[in-house]
Each structure stands twice: as C-alpha cells, then as structure tokens.
C-alpha cells in the first residue's frame, strides 16, 4: 500500500516536499505545525487537501511516514517530544545530523534529506533535486527510497558522516558565496550601477567551477600578482572593513595555492 505521509515543520524545506508531493499527485495527508495558522496558510495555497494538526502526540493519527522538517538545532527536541504510529517510518531532512538522534526513541527511522538551498519565494524543480537517504535497517531503508523516487529522479544512499561532509560543502558553495554576492550588490548599489550586468560573470564562474581545474578558471589581480590592483582595491575598502578582511584572506588563499 501507498505511504501515508505526514510532513512536521512549515518552514522553507517543508514548503517545497509539500508542494512536491501535490504535484506528483500524492499530497501529504497530515502537516503538523506547531502554529495551526502557518500550516494552514502553507497548504491552503499547495495542498488543499491536507490536514494540518499541532501537537507531538500523533500516535492515534493514521499516517506511516513522517518527514521533520525543521531547522538542525531543533531536530533532538522535536524527536524527544514526539509519538507516532506503530510501525511509521521517520525522518529528518538535516545534512549536520546522524541518525544517532533517533536511536533511542524509535526502531524505524533515517534520513531524507535534499541537497538544495530553499526558499519559498522561489520555485524549484525537485525532481531534479538529489535526495541521500539512509535507514535504520533494510526494510525501513526501502521504505525511505521508495518515497523519496516520489520526489526526485536523483537519489543516493549516504551515511550520517559523508552526509555531514557534503553538509559543510553546501553552506561553504552557497551560503558563503550568498553573502559574498550580497558584498557585491551593495557596492554595485553604492555606485549606482546596475547589478543584473553581474549576472553573466556569476553564470560564467559557476560553469567554469564545473568544468575547469582551479588554475584554470582563477583569474584576477591575485593569481597575477598584481599588487597595484590589490593594493588600490584595499584602499577603495576601506569604508568596508568586514569586506576589506575577506578581499585580503581570498587574495592570501589564492596565492598560496598557485605557487
């Protein structure tokens, strides 16, 4: 038979899974979100279908899957509060968090977790998503891989440690680079230029990453050496100290590394 699916959380992630599965014509059955309004306006708008219900006491609920979806400090918590059915599969979508969290509250647990940065004012392909699962035992494994091929043509098995690892690569190669191109748009704006004219150098540095060894796609004053540039771009700095830190540790990091 089919999972009953039930998503916790109402944040960023759990938007797009609920938003995935109606569109692949399973909507979820239950969200439970610890503000019934949030969850309400949530699946009002991408699953009218859906129940949502509070509370951690869900062991009378029908479903068989849970997916938590709530942000890495608070997975412990939720799962120290929670009961579910007999028998449901749970999960949590974390990068940073083993499967060690549930060991001692429950037999049939994993890990569902989308390799992807969210936010719900933008829309995503999820099927295009890689998702890494891992599972308590084999049949909970299955039952994992199972509802995760409802969601994305990309999926892979990976333990909590090689999870952790791809975790770190994530925030490093967005979240990092996020504000960095945040950096950028403020001096853009400052100057009174026009920040879509960034658009072709960021596309063209995310190609060249994937399709070029580092010393052949770096380019710029601090693989030549150009210490007039360096120099000048630091004074221009000076009005941004924070900026001026990262432009002199990336010029260290980049000559160092092409010695």
């Known amino acids: 038979m089919p999972e009953q699916i039930a998503i916790l959380g109402s944040g960023n992630v759990a938007y797009h899974l609920v938003r995935a599965f109606n569109l692949n014509d399973r909507p979820i059955k239950y969200l439970i979100s610890r503000k019934r309004n949030k ?10 279908k859906t129940v949502v219900i509070e509370g951690s006491d869900l062991k009378y609920y029908d479903f068989t899957f849970l997916i938590i979806c709530v942000r890495d ?40 977790y989308p390799f992807q940065t969210f936010s719900k004012k933008r829309e995503l392909n999820v099927s295009e998503i890689p998702f890494f699962i891992e599972g308590s035992n084999s049949h909970t494994y299955d039952r994992i891989l199972n509802v995760a091929k409802i969601l994305s043509d990309r999926v892979k098995s990976l333990d909590s440690t090689s999870r952790a690892n791809l975790h770190l ?9 996020n504000h960095l191109i945040s950096e950028a748009f403020g001096l853009i704006k400052a100057n009174g230029l026009d920040k879509s004219d960034l658009k072709p ?3 063209e540095t995310f190609a060249k990453a994937f399709e070029l060894a580092f010393e052949d796609s770096q380019t710029g004053p601090a693989i030549r050496r150009d210490q007039t540039i360096i120099s000048k771009h630091l ?5 941004n100290p924070n900026l001026k830190r990262l432009y002199s540790l990336f010029t260290e990091l980049i000559q160092a590394k092409t010695q």
Do not use: Q
């Open 169 to 177: 690569t994530g925030v490093i190669i967005n979240n990092f680079t």
């Open 201 to 203: 150098l960021v596309n």
């Open 39 to 48: 969850g309400l306006g949530l699946t009002d708008e991408i699953s009218p």
């Open 73 to 112: 400090s608070k997975v412990g918590e939720v799962i120290r509060e929670l009961t579910v059915p007999e028998n449901c599969v749970i999960v949590h979508t974390s990068g940073s968090v083993g499967t060690d969290a549930f060991s001692f509250h429950f037999n049939n647990y994993g890990v569902l």
């Open 235 to 239: 004074e221009m700095l000076n009005s």
